[in-house]
C-alpha cells in the first residue's frame, strides 16, 4: 500500500538573503509552484523570488509535518541556519540533486 508522506522544507533566494519554511505533501510540485510565483509580488516567495531548495526533511503524519513547520518558523535565523548546515552544509541548491533537471522544462500545475 502507498504511504504518503509530508515534508517540510526551507527554501530561499539565489543571494541566500531570505528563508522561506512550508509543508507539502508534494515537495517537488510544491518547490515548482515556488518557482513559476517568481517576480509575483502578491506572494512572499514571488517577491523575493525564493525557490531554491535548501533543507527539507519527510515526516508520515501531516500533523507532525505541521508541528515541526511551526517550530522552525519560530526559530531565529542563526538556529535555522544550524539545522540547514546539517543537512547542507555548503548551503548549496538542492533543486538538481532532489529533482533532477532544474529548471524543469515542463512546469505541471497541481492536480
Not at 44 to 65: D, M, P, Q, S, T
Request: contains cysteine; aromatic residues 14%.
Amino acid at each position: 500500500m502507498f504511504q504518503k508522506t509530508f515534508n517540510v522544507y526551507i527554501l530561499t533566494n539565489e543571494p541566500r538573503t531570505v528563508l522561506y519554511t512550508g509543508v507539502t505533501n508534494d515537495l517537488q510540485q510544491r518547490v515548482i509552484e515556488h518557482y513559476q510565483n517568481r517576480g509575483q509580488t502578491q506572494s512572499f516567495c514571488g517577491r523575493y523570488n525564493v525557490y531554491w531548495l535548501l533543507y527539507f526533511e519527510e515526516h508520515k503524519y501531516i500533523n507532525n509535518a505541521i508541528a515541526r513547520e511551526k517550530e522552525i518558523k519560530g526559530w531565529s535565523r542563526e538556529k535555522k541556519m544550524k539545522l540547514i548546515a546539517e543537512m547542507n552544509p555548503n548551503l548549496e541548491s538542492l533543486n538538481r540533486e532532489v529533482f533532477g533537471k532544474w529548471p524543469p522544462e515542463e512546469l505541471p500545475l497541481r492536480v
